[in-house]
């Protein structure tokens, strides 16, 4: 049993005693922490997991071990920063962190917290050590998250893990303690999160923030001292330092993307494949990437046979490797980005080519595209200048990156405002609505009715790329992302219904309508108020405490008419 196992509980301070369970508030942000070492006999190994009580399976634990260290081939002395994500095995479980549901509803959607994966975010520390019988110090510190807050939890990875590397144990249960101490994740918030001295100040981003819009400056430091550390963003990296050697291949990545398609990227390290991973699947947004991605995955993967199979299609998935082996296993996939070290070709980072897959050699592969997929939409040839003009005036990478998340949000946007035109005219008109009436159903998506109504409200008039828009649409309804969109947005149509129900239902006259009805169809009328009251309040319809309030008073009124036999009977469902 590990040192911090033995230590029991540890003792909680009184600021703690409005989270209800122990640990809950440290579970808000993070699930556990976990240490990883290399095991002359063993291999990775499992040092510890911290809280001690936190209950990962042994093939999560497996998992975990072989993701934090970097393959042998990319090797190398020092620190090394990456993450990875694994599918949790073994259903769902507890947590100690009572979350009712609301940062799901009030997050973005592609920041929700996520329900059976785990995030996992590395500091691998390599360094020569006589003392060891290897001869090297070879350790990594993982924080394990269902949140996708990439810049925070490498940033609190660089504060904590070169202290814990020194003190070890006594160190990491501090660190736990003060992060136990943290107020939970409010979307539209900004919070300050002290730890080891430090304040980090972060907004989390809210569902209602307008998309593109600059994140919040610091705020509230006049109490401050230390004057806090403030990330800009809890998730958002570099994009053009991530897209450097892809820049002229961009519109490419974003259709793959957009249309849900497998890719492998292999990358000279885990730091760059994850990287290049989390950047791609980030660069729909505001649209949720729905398929699978895996920032890091290595051949002892649960998963690895499933990906490599030729049996079946390979599933849709972007995966990032480091592992050459992985050129050889995976070269029947349709889409390879092989990325190598950055470089410099004058002015602009070296581009790779886009090549034929049958180029596609082992091991010695040089970096490139392998597709045979043909771009719907054509070039974009004023961002590449645009870009190559803000190297050469030497203009801030973060500078480059917000005009290269804009004009992928821009493009988004372009694309899926038609969809979300299309959507909103299937809705019923709310003088279709009737307080004793179920509401009428939503339109079925008919894909030919919107084919046809992009000819006068198309993308065309928000974007200036030309290409063929309509071929593009046709192959995105076959997508993981269509589909996940559009149940999206069914679920949130169908609750504004039932909402607009119920409003429905306070303006009516209830004593008129119960006048000619029996006391079976006055009986029926209870029990269905009751269900829309419980649905309302369990999934948190956009209704206003108040028409809720009033419908409980319907009920009351509409009970206190019957015979007092069954007014017994309905006060005692």
Not at 109 to 137: N, P
């Amino acid at each position: 049993m590990d040192a911090l196992s033995r230590a029991g509980p540890r003792p909680r301070r009184a600021a703690a005693a409005a989270s209800p369970l122990p640990w809950g508030r440290f579970a808000a942000w993070i699930d556990c922490v976990c240490v990883v070492t290399f095991d002359l006999e063993l291999g990775q190994a499992m040092e510890l997991v911290y809280p001690h009580d936190f209950r990962l399976t042994e093939k999560e634990k497996t998992s975990i071990c072989y993701l934090s260290f970097p393959d042998s081939y990319s090797g190398g002395l020092g620190d090394t920063q990456f993450s990875f994500r694994l599918r949790q095995a073994g259903g769902s479980r507890g947590s100690p962190f009572q979350d009712d549901g609301r940062y799901n509803r009030e997050a973005p959607l592609t920041l929700q917290r996520e329900a059976a994966h785990y995030f996992g975010y590395v500091y691998f520390r390599q360094v020569k050590d006589s003392s060891m019988r290897r001869g090297y110090f070879q350790k990594s510190l993982v924080l394990v998250s269902r949140l996708p807050y990439v810049n925070l939890f490498q940033c609190l990875l660089q504060l904590i893990a070169p202290e814990y590397f020194d003190k070890l144990e006594p160190c990491l249960e501090a660190v736990c303690n003060e992060i136990d101490q943290w107020p939970p994740p409010v979307p539209g918030q900004t919070l300050n999160l002290p730890v080891m001295g430090v304040v980090i100040q972060v907004r989390i981003p809210s569902r209602v923030d307008k998309p593109g819009s600059s994140p919040v400056k610091q705020c509230n430091q006049e109490n401050l001292l230390p004057a806090p550390l403030v990330l800009p963003s809890v998730h958002e990296l570099d994009l053009f330092r991530c897209f450097q050697p892809v820049l002229i291949h961009i519109q490419m990545l974003w259709e793959l993307m957009l249309l849900g398609e497998p890719m492998v990227v292999m990358a000279p390290s885990p730091t760059m494949s994850s990287e290049m991973v989390l950047a791609l699947t980030s660069c729909l947004a505001p649209l949720r990437y729905c398929c699978d991605f895996r920032p890091y995955f290595t051949i002892h993967d649960s998963e690895f046979k499933e990906y490599t199979t030729r049996t079946q299609a390979p599933p849709n998935i972007v995966v990032g490797v480091t592992n050459p082996f992985f050129i050889k296993t995976l070269q029947h996939w349709p889409h390879i980005l092989r990325v190598g070290e950055p470089r410099m070709s004058g002015d602009l980072p070296k581009q790779v080519k886009v090549k034929k897959l049958a180029k596609l050699k082992t091991l010695d592969t040089k970096p490139g595209i392998y597709t045979s997929y043909k771009t719907f939409l054509h070039k974009d040839k004023t961002l590449i200048k645009r870009l190559l003009k803000g190297i050469q005036r030497k203009r801030p990478s973060e500078v480059q990156s917000a005009l290269l998340r804009r004009h992928l949000l821009e493009l988004t946007q372009s694309f899926i405002i038609p969809l979300e035109h299309y959507m909103a005219s299937l809705m019923p008109l709310q003088r279709a609505i009737t307080p004793w009436k179920n509401p009428p159903q939503i339109r079925p998506f008919c894909q030919e009715d919107f084919m046809k109504s992009l000819e006068h409200a198309g993308p065309q008039l928000t974007c200036v790329l030309k290409g063929d828009w309509l071929g593009l649409y046709r192959r995105f309804f076959k997508s993981p992302n269509f589909d996940g969109w559009f149940r999206q947005r069914h679920r949130e149509m169908t609750q504004k219904l039932e909402a607009l129900h119920l409003e429905a239902i306070c303006e009516a006259d209830i004593v008129a309508w119960m006048k000619d009805k029996s006391e079976v169809e006055i009986v029926d009328l209870v029990l269905k108020l009751r269900e829309k009251l419980v649905r309302a309040r369990c999934q948190h319809l956009p209704v206003k405490e108040e028409t809720l309030q009033r419908v409980g008073l319907y009920i009351d009124t509409i009970i206190g008419s019957l015979p007092e036999d069954l007014q017994t009977v309905l006060h005692h469902p």
